[in-house]
C-alpha cells in the first residue's frame, strides 16, 4: 500500500516518554491519519504512571553523574523497558488495541555536539570526533516482545549521526499540528528542561524559517530544589504557590543568565548535566550572601526560567511571536506563566489546551507522530532546529 492510502486509514499509536523529571511515564493513545499537512490527531486517553521509587532514584542518581556498572546500567535499561511496557498495556485498557508504539525511552545522558571538553578524543580515525551522544534507555525490542505491538525507539541517534543533537525532535510535529495561517507562534515545552518551537505564520517557505533549541533549565531545576529544601518531604511545587509567595532576587538572575549556554546561537541542547545538582548547588551558594527565604530562592529559580526564555526569544528569534503556547508540566505552574506574561506583555502566553492540543500529553503525542511517520517513510527531524544538515528517518523499528 502506498504511504498516502496508508495514511488514509486512521491507525492506533501509542506514544511513550519519561523526560527530564523523572516523574513517570507520560502515555497517550492517539488516532493518526494524514501524512504532513493534513495530519489529524486524535488524543483517546492520556495517563502519567509513575516510576517505582527505587526506579526512579536510580535513573536521578545516574543522570547527576553516579558511577554505574554495564550489569546495572543493563538491569535499569530492562527495568524502565518492563516499566514502559506496562505503561502501553494499562492505556489500551477498554479500547481497541494499538498497531505500533512509539517510545521514547528514558534519557540518562546527554552530549550536545561539538568541543564541550567531551567527546574529541582521537580514536585513530585522523580526526576528532566532535559528534553529540545521547542516550535513552528502556529497550524498544523489549517492549515489542512484552506488548505483542510493533515498536520504534531510539529517535535521537539517526540525527545525531550525521552531525546534528538530536534535540528538540518535536518541531516537526508541532509545525504541522499547531501552526496558523497568519500568526507567528512559539510553542514553549516546560519539562525538565525548556524547549521552543518557532513557527511563523503558515506561508511561503514558513517550513524553512522554523527554528528550534533547548532554551535552558525548567521543572527540573525547580523540582531539585523543592527536594533539596524539604530533604525529599516534597518532589515539587504545585502550581507553583510555594514560589509565589516568595519575592525573586533579580541581581542573582542576571549574575546566573550571565552563563554561557544562554548566550549560544541556536541550533543548541542541554540536559542534567549542565542543569542539574550540581547547577543548583552552585546556585545555593551564590544565593547565600542574600539570605533568601526558601520561597524567595524558588521565585528567583523560577525567575531565571522565565527570564531565559524572554531572553532567548528576544535575542535568537528573526522577530518574536504573536502569541506563546505552553506546554509539559511546567504549563501548570500558575506562578510561572504568570511571569513569563509579565516579561513578554505585548505576546498572550496561553497553552495548547487553548488551541486544541492536550498540554500535559503533547511530547507524548509527538513521539507517537514521530513512530507513525517513520512507518510511512516520512523524516521526523528539522534540520533547522537540531543543526543537523539533511532531513533523515528517526527510530530504530523492532518487529512485535
Known amino acids: 500500500m502506498h504511504p498516502t492510502e496508508q495514511a488514509a486509514i ?20 492517539v ?26 532514584e536510580r535513573i536521578l542518581a545516574v543522570c547527576a553523574g553516579e558511577a554505574i556498572s554495564m550489569a546495572e546500567l543493563a538491569e535499569l535499561d530492562d527495568a524502565i ?38 567527546g574529541t578524543r582521537d ?13 535513552q534507555i528502556g529497550r524498544g525490542a523489549l517492549i515489542a516482545h512484552l506488548t505483542g505491538i510493533t515498536t520504534i525507539s531510539n529517535f535521537r541517534v539517526a540525527d545525531i549521526a550525521i552531525g ?26 516546560l519539562g525538565g528542561i525548556g524547549n521552543v518551537a518557532y513557527i511563523p505564520p503558515r506561508r511561503d517557505d514558513w517550513l524553512a524559517k522554523i527554528r528550534g533549541w533547548d532554551t535552558g533549565p525548567a521543572n527540573s531545576l ?69 539570605q533568601l527565604s526558601p520561597a524567595d530562592l524558588l521565585a528567583t529559580l523560577t525567575e531565571l526560567t522565565v527570564a531565559s526564555i524572554a531572553h532567548s526569544y528576544q535575542t535568537f528569534l528573526p522577530q518574536m511571536p504573536q502569541r506563546v503556547l505552553l506546554c509539559g508540566g511546567g504549563s501548570r505552574n500558575l506562578y510561572l506563566k504568570q511571569r513569563l506574561q509579565l516579561l513578554l506583555p505585548s505576546v498572550p502566553v496561553l497553552t495548547t ?41 528517526l527510530g530504530e523499528i523492532h518487529q512485535k
Open 10 to 29: 486512521p491507525t492506533r499509536v501509542i506514544g511513550l516518554i519519561s523526560g527530564t523529571s523523572v516523574d513517570g511515564i507520560d502515555a497517550a493513545l
Open 31 to 56: 488516532e493518526i491519519s494524514g501524512t504532513e499537512l493534513d495530519l489529524k490527531v486524535e488524543l483517546l486517553v492520556g495517563e502519567t504512571y509513575p516510576y517505582p521509587g527505587e526506579i526512579r
Open 81 to 118: 523497558a518492563f516499566a514502559f511496557a506496562q505503561a502501553a498495556q494499562n492505556i489500551q485498557i477498554g479500547h481497541q488495541p494499538a498497531k505500533l508504539i512509539g517510545s521514547h525511552g528514558q534519557t540518562v545522558f546527554h552530549r550536545p555536539p561539538g568541543d564541550w571538553g567531551l
Open 123 to 135: 580514536w585513530g580515525l585522523g580526526k576528532k570526533n566532535s559528534l553529540g551522544y545521547s542516550l
Open 164 to 189: 546534528g543533537h538530536g534535540a528538540p525532535l518535536v518541531p516537526r510535529v508541532d509545525a504541522y499540528l499547531l501552526s496558523h495561517p497568519q500568526e507567528g507562534r512559539c510553542v514553549q515545552n
Open 222 to 290: 525547580l523540582d531539585l530544589a523543592v527536594q533539596h529544601l524539604t530533604a525529599g518531604a516534597q518532589s515539587y511545587d504545585e502550581s507553583g504557590k510555594w514560589a509565589a509567595s516568595g519575592t525573586p532576587c533579580y541581581p542573582l538572575v542576571e549574575q546566573w543568565l550571565n552563563q554561557d549556554y544562554f548566550h549560544l546561537p541556536p541550533p543548541k541542547s542541554t540536559g542534567r548535566e549542565l542543569f542539574g545538582v550540581a547547577y543548583l548547588h552552585e546556585c545555593l551558594k551564590d544565593a547565600e550572601p542574600y
Open 353 to 393: 489546551d487553548e488551541v486544541g492540543l492536550n498540554a500535559d500529553f503533547k511530547e507524548a503525542i509527538a513521539f507517537a507522530v514521530l513512530a507513525y511517520w517513520r512507518q510511512l517513510g516520512i523524516p521526523g527531524n528539522l534540520p533547522a532546529a537540531t543543526g543537523a544538515p539533511c532531513e533523515v528517518l
